[in-house]
């Protein structure tokens, strides 16, 4: 099978590159990690300006109606600039979720918003098992009211809408209303800030059951692994490039044969998890038999991979990969996070086994 990108999915790759370059450059990145939220208002304006907000949404609904391998095409080069702030949670996410469990008229009126930049959302899900299985949610509404505790909430402090998953049903809830408590948590990715969210009997209202939610999350776990695939290249690039200019015995590094195994390691597995995301992202596009295999591959070998790529960028930087100036840390901490997000290697190579023998006992 050959897969190549058509003209308008380069153009979109080509110009969201452009775009982050001049928008989100790594000084606005220091400077929003520095700040509480890692927000910009301004910037997501920008990001609603250029459709980013709304590119998988229907077009009824504002959005640009466009497919999951261009959101894959669009997380990379966000991943690469290292986007801060509430895109992936908003639109990657929650927009999701919405697409999958709320009705038209729901769906209407919260993608619209969300597609304009009006409206920016995220999804509690994880509980103090922290298990990404939805069999292992706990909390439940009674009576339109959600009462528990969901943790590692991805930035809670400025969203309009938390979509949180319970027991019983997937809820809508505003953050503003009263009995809902959001609380800091130390991040690993300072770019995607955590929260704890406490929820006493607060008014929610129903999108949907949660069965709802699983090709959701399967659109979410390849958004993210594309964004990795992002962080990798970017982290490739500034190596090869310290390699070509660092010199030792007065000769570059990168002339040096065990460094060029480092960075030809590195192009190795940012290659082969780019190659594995496209192929997820087009599975789920176009529903094939084996989608959801091929998200649990993508995520796992994006996982490692993007540890591997940013283990070895460092140790080629050697002294330097450590510095708080330099940027590699800063992309190692959040391949680090989001190695973990929607199910580590370990937790999606047991998803892959139980869907292999599923697979198995319905052909037999």
Known sequence: MEFGLNESQEILKESARKFFAGECPMAEVRRLTETDTAFDAHLWAKLAEQGYTGIIFPEDTGGAGLGIVELALLMEEAGRALLPGPFFSTVALAGSVLLAVADAAQRRDYLSAISRGEARATVAFLEASASWDPADVQ?????????????????????????????????????KS??????????????????????????????????????????????????????????????????????????????????????????????????????????????????????????MYASDASRTVGNRGIQVHGGMGFTWENDLHLYYRRAKASETAFGDPTFHRERLAHLVIEAGAASA
């Open 178 to 299: 009263g009995g809902v408590r959001i609380t800091p948590m130390r991040s690993m990715d300072l770019t995607r800030k955590l929260y704890t969210v406490q929820f006493d009997n607060v008014p929610a209202e129903k999108l949907g059951e949660v069965s709802g939610i699983s090709k959701a999350f399967d659109v979410a776990a390849v958004a993210l692994a594309a964004e990795m695939v992002g962080g990798m290249q970017r982290t490739l690039d500034l190596t090869v490039e310290y390699a070509k200019t660092r010199k030792q015995f007065g000769k570059p590094i990168g002339i040096f044969q065990a460094v060029q195994h480092q960075c030809a390691d590195m192009y190795l597995e940012t290659e082969s998890a780019r190659s594995a995301v496209y192929y997820a992202a087009w599975g789920l596009q176009e529903n094939t038999f084996d989608a959801a295999s091929s998200v649990s591959i993508a995520k």
């Open 139 to 175: 909390i439940t509404a009674v009576k339109g009211k959600l009462k528990g505790e969901k943790l590692f909430v991805p930035d809670a402090a400025v969203a309009d809408w938390i979509i949180a998953v319970a027991k019983n049903g997937v809820f809508l809830v505003d953050p």
